[in-house]
């Protein structure tokens, strides 16, 4: 695949709106807020912004449950902030991709009030309805949260499915009619000049029309890969208008990403997909580094020439990934940091990097159920403890996989509050933030974000680290990430130590080879070969062995 788009040279920013900014002092961040830190977001070296869910809604999941496509919720500001932030983007040369759930509405949409106000009526099939009663539903299916995929409507004797909350009803894709309401908020958005959309959820859309029992539970999807089919009525607004489609994709692999990906016949240019992040929840404490090479290597090498990676390791969905992959204590923090933000974002493929990455955020790792806000984790809550499971080892999951480990409110100075806010924020800070905070960081040169500046930097500006291919170098060890991205016999070589003990390199030389870029105090007189806990280097490595 030629690399002739704009998004593959590019590197994306995550803003969860809600926390990034607080204009006015309500304690939850806003859309003029954002418009603030645009210098900032410019001085990282960003090309586009990934804005997650504002739309009004019934806040039951952090915004995903909207209540009307075609408006800001009031928190977070009004059309006209919209307006003003898109304009102030592209003055900055920043382009700007919305989040579009595609899956479900809010119980509250319009669409959801009138199926259930007049079963006969037109809205009645925008969603997913099978006769049931108030003790049977209609088959085992699970919703990802853990309990009945679906939710019995007593007046009507039938129950509606919800992949999520039962606040977030599924849309019927197979409906034209639901097809084309999305076709029109599209343009709508494109008027308002949106450059692209995160589509949520999209491997959810394809249910089973036979409405059997699964399993797993959750399996209720069917030919998930030709899902894109199902999205052809949307193709031609994206084409005219030029929008950048990225498909939240969890759970495909990578033939189907080809399918999807393709220029012709598919629909995404880009496609989150979380395979590197879930084999992690299987595989704690240690993080199993061999699966991690074979798991993105995997990726690397299947959509080579077929399809266009996209490089993330943080989202608001997931935990922080210095607590997670890295190491967040004491000196490792910034290590790990720096050796996780060069080892994904120098791969082939479009960067994205979420809010309060570039500074090294730990997890919030809060220790009471009264601090978590997240629906999916106060549900895990309550599901374990009508388990019977101990309080203190439920809190210690949460701790380090809850989503609002990410979540907290982005610290820009070491004041109060991080300076985010004034006011009591919606959710508490990550624990360290008169330590780590926009302002200390930009003032530090060893801190993590200039370091995030450097790599997206000789990321654009080297063109085997943009289009070059990616190779593994199997290190064989537990250890060890290694890999070169070559274009045109330029050789450029990652080597990075992913654990907390020195490792030794063998089986490739570096003695050709120029230092660029390093996360430690480089000693002239260190043996080249012994590489420190949570060590990363760059180097230019001109001659092939
Ligand atoms: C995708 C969003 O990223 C996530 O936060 C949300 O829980 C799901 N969609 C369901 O709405």
Do not use: C
């Amino acid at each position: 695949m030629a690399d002739t788009q704009w998004w593959q040279h590019a590197v994306g920013y995550q803003i969860y709106p809600r926390s990034f900014f607080d204009s006015n002092h309500d304690g939850v961040g806003d859309l003029p807020g954002i418009l603030t830190k645009i210098d900032y977001l410019q001085s990282l070296g960003i090309d586009f912004v990934w804005l997650s869910a504002f739309y009004p809604s019934g806040n039951v999941n952090s915004g995903y449950d909207v209540t009307n496509y075609r408006d800001v919720a009031s928190q977070y500001g009004t059309l006209a902030d919209f307006d003003r932030l898109v304009t102030a983007f592209h003055e900055a040369g920043i382009k700007v991709v919305i989040d579009l759930a595609l899956n479900h509405t809010s119980d509250q949409h319009p669409w959801f009030q009138a199926a259930l106000a007049d079963p006969q009526g037109p809205y009645r099939d925008y969603y997913l309805w099978q006769p049931a009663t108030a003790t049977v539903q209609p088959n085992n299916w699970q919703s990802v949260f853990g309990d009945s995929a679906w939710t019995y409507v007593a007046d009507q004797q039938a129950a509606y499915l919800h992949t999520f909350a039962a606040e977030q009803p599924d849309l019927n894709w197979r409906n034209p009619a639901v097809r084309h309401e999305m076709v029109q908020i599209i343009q709508w958005w494109a008027d308002r000049g949106v450059d692209g959309f995160r589509f949520a959820g999209v491997t959810h859309l394809k249910k089973r029309t036979d409405f059997a029992d699964v399993t797993p539970a959750t399996a209720y999807y069917e030919d998930v890969a030709d899902t894109v089919t199902l999205l052809a009525d949307l193709k031609p607004v994206l084409v005219k208008n030029h929008l950048l489609a990225i498909g939240e994709a969890g759970g495909i692999d990578p033939s189907t990403a080809q399918r999807w990906l393709d220029p012709a016949t598919g629909f995404f240019d880009l496609l989150l997909e979380f395979d590197h992040v879930h084999f992690w929840e299987q595989a704690t404490p240690k993080l199993p580094v061999a699966a991690l090479r074979a798991t993105l290597s995997r990726w690397q090498q299947s959509l080579e020439g077929t399809g266009w990676n996209t490089l993330f390791i943080e989202n608001h969905d997931l935990p922080r990934a210095v607590s997670y992959y890295g190491n967040d204590q004491g000196e490792y923090r910034r290590r790990s940091a720096k050796a996780l933000g060069m080892l994904y974002l120098l791969m082939k493929g479009t960067p994205f990097i979420y809010q309060g990455q570039e500074l090294g955020l730990p997890n919030a790792g809060f220790t009471k159920i009264a601090d978590y806000r997240d629906l999916d984790s106060r549900r895990y809550y309550q599901r374990q403890r009508a388990a019977g499971v101990a309080e203190p080892q439920i809190l210690s999951q949460l701790a380090l996989r809850s989503r609002d480990n990410a979540r907290t409110p982005m610290p820009w100075t070491h004041q109060q509050y991080g300076g985010f806010s004034d006011h009591e924020p919606w959710l508490q800070m990550a624990p360290g933030v008169a330590q780590i905070n926009v302002e200390r960081e930009s003032h530090d040169p060893h801190a993590v974000l200039p370091f995030y500046q450097q790599l997206i930097r000789i990321k654009k500006s080297v063109p085997a680290l943009r289009s070059g291919r990616y190779e593994l170098i199997d290190t064989g060890d537990n250890q060890l990430y290694v890999y070169r991205r070559t274009l045109n016999g330029d050789n450029w070589l990652v080597v990075v130590n992913m654990s907390d003990q020195p490792a030794t390199t063998q089986n490739f030389d570096l003695t050709t080879s120029e230092l660029i870029l390093t996360n430690l105090p480089v000693d002239a007189a260190s043996d080249d070969r012994q590489i420190q806990p949570w060590e990363a280097r760059l180097y230019h490595w001109r001659r092939l062995e």
